[in-house]
């Protein structure tokens, strides 16, 4: 009980810097609204209401707090909520965590996320700060394991919010798993990488995932097609070979 009180106390502090940090300036709490939220700490688990009126991604990633609307928070170190530029023209999005992620709490740091820092700086010539990087769910799946619908549904709010905030021009999506909660239970990857679509009225172009391109090497030339198609969208001057 201690310990679920001092991360919501922590989440709350990190709540009231991102809404100072927007020029919004908190009311004092009060000691009997102290009391309260001690008395409720152990039930309520849910992410805070900020998160419907969150105008930056650190006032969301902050009313996220320590969410625990499915199971998958059982066994994690961290939620890895997303990494990069607000105002950022591509949003790349994978499936889940890694065991590398939830150690750092950061998306894209593993073996995966090497393969795929070089895509964007070697092919695509940006950086991981020009982009944004995020994930369908924000907790890593125990051994790996693909995500399971509910916690889909149940995370799917947040990337929605991500989103909405960055407004990015295009979407790429890495895999099957993150191509079907955007696209719908349809999407194959198979058939339906380097094909244009729509999630929230944006441009989604699907690719394979950069763990699929590291199994399967000869899947590179693919995602590269689908890379130029989508620097062709953005405008990036795109490189021969």
């Known amino acids: 009980m201690h310990q679920e009180i001092k991360e919501l106390f922590t989440c709350i502090t990190n709540l009231v810097e991102a809404y100072r940090d927007m020029g919004f300036d908190p009311p004092p709490i009060r000691s009997e609204e102290i009391a309260h939220t001690e008395k409720d700490a152990g039930e309520n688990n849910k992410p805070s209401p900020a998160l419907y009126v969150s105008d930056s991604l650190k006032a969301l ?9 499915c199971k998958l928070h059982n066994q994690r170190r961290h939620l890895v909520f997303g990494e990069g530029n607000q105002k950022a023209t591509l949003v790349f999005v994978g499936e889940g965590p890694g065991v590398d992620e939830d150690l750092s709490g950061l998306p894209f740091v593993g073996e995966a996320g090497k393969l795929l820092t070089r895509i964007i700086e070697n092919g695509m010539g940006l950086s991981r700060e020009d ?9 890593h799946p125990p051994k790996n394991r693909d995500p399971e619908e509910d916690e889909i549904e149940n995370c799917m709010p947040f990337l929605k919010k991500q989103i909405s905030i960055i407004k990015p021009k295009v979407i790429c999506a890495l895999g099957r798993i993150a191509g079907r909660a955007m696209l719908g239970e349809s999407f194959k990857i198979t058939r339906d990488r380097g094909k244009w679509f729509s999630f929230m009225d944006i441009p989604v172009l699907a690719t394979y995932h950069p763990a699929y391109v590291l199994r399967y090497p000869t899947a590179k030339r ?3 097609d689908d890379v130029k198609e ?3 969208h953005l405008g990036l001057e795109v490189k021969n070979g």
């Open 61 to 69: 990633e902050a009313s996220i707090g320590n969410c625990r609307l």
């Open 131 to 139: 982009v944004y990087i995020c994930n369908v769910v924000k907790c």
């Open 222 to 224: 693919q995602v590269w």
């Open 230 to 232: 989508i620097m062709k």
